[in-house]
């Protein structure tokens, strides 16, 4: 019985590989923001080769929203919707392959990782089984291909450079922001910002002795938020623990400029505008 049970695994993904190979290219599978979350970390531990000149950015939804041009294969926005940068900075720690240049955001940087997060991505069995067969992904799921071919014939793709770097204000979601001007208003103890602190070190000295040159940057938010209590607090114990004369900052460009959903979030347009100015920073890495 536990044969013929094997026989028929096999023959079922070998088959669904074969189809999978029919797919188009630029399917789109997501189904949400945890499933998108898992497809992004699965591509880079799993299918993404690195260039010898690779860059990533590592960081939360809110870098996740920087765009990338399709046409830029050095460049890979490993920031996840929910997290920080130290999910990003497990997966890049995991992979053989090592880039040159780490971007991490340091908005979210007192933020803890998630265990559910990595419990999904490296359990043990699940791990090796994805490593080896690729119809397994969470972006070959059977539902998720089906929902991602009826938007492909929809026509729901979007392209990076067709996203405009203008728009005009809209909206701000005034319930989100409040709060969020409330929770910028307080800091966490200096204990606890020297212990996120310090696992950060961790993983950067982890990174220089793979000689990966390691950059912080800070995302643009609502005026209200961006010389809050805690944002300043933040930058005072970066520059403390991380001086600027060894480790490279890119400026945040002045708040006032972008716009927000709901205080935090860039619209797509702003996150264009930021995007341009992220690539024409100097330390970038072409």
Not at 217 to 228: D, G, I, K, T
Not at 244 to 265: L, M, S, V, W
């Amino acid at each position: 019985m536990l044969k013929k049970i094997l026989v028929g695994f096999v023959i079922l993904l070998l088959g669904w590989s074969l189809l999978l190979k029919f797919l188009p290219a630029d399917i789109d599978t997501t189904q949400n923001q945890w499933n998108g979350n898992l497809i992004k970390a699965e591509a880079y531990l799993f299918e993404r080769p690195l260039l010898s000149n690779s860059a990533v950015i590592l960081g939360s939804s809110m870098s996740a929203r920087i765009p990338i041009a399709k046409t830029n294969d050095s460049l890979i926005n490993l920031a996840f919707g929910g997290f920080s940068a130290y999910d990003g900075l497990e997966l890049v720690m995991t992979k053989a392959q090592k880039p040159t240049i780490v971007y991490i955001e340091t908005n979210t940087i007192l933020n803890e990782p998630s265990e559910e997060f990595h419990q999904a991505v490296f359990s043990p069995v699940r791990y090796r089984l994805k490593s080896v067969f690729a119809a397994l992904l969470t972006k070959n799921q059977p539902v998720a291909v089906l929902k991602g071919l009826i938007r492909y014939k929809k026509g729901g793709r979007t392209k990076v450079s067709a996203l405009p770097l203008r728009d005009p204000p809209p909206g701000v979601n005034q319930t989100i922001l409040g709060n969020s001007i409330k929770q910028y208003a307080t800091c966490p103890s200096d204990t606890f910002i020297t212990a996120r602190l310090t696992e950060l070190a961790t993983f950067i000295h982890a990174l220089e002795e793979n000689s990966c040159k390691v950059v912080f940057f800070e995302m643009p938010v609502h005026p209200a938020l961006c010389q809050s209590a805690l944002s300043i607090r933040v930058r005072e114990a970066l520059y403390k623990r991380f001086p600027r004369e060894r480790y490279t900052y890119i400026p945040q460009p002045g708040c006032a400029q972008f716009h927000t959903t709901d205080g935090i979030h860039l619209t797509g347009a702003s996150a264009a505008l930021y995007a341009d100015y992220f690539q024409k920073v100097p330390v970038f890495h072409k």
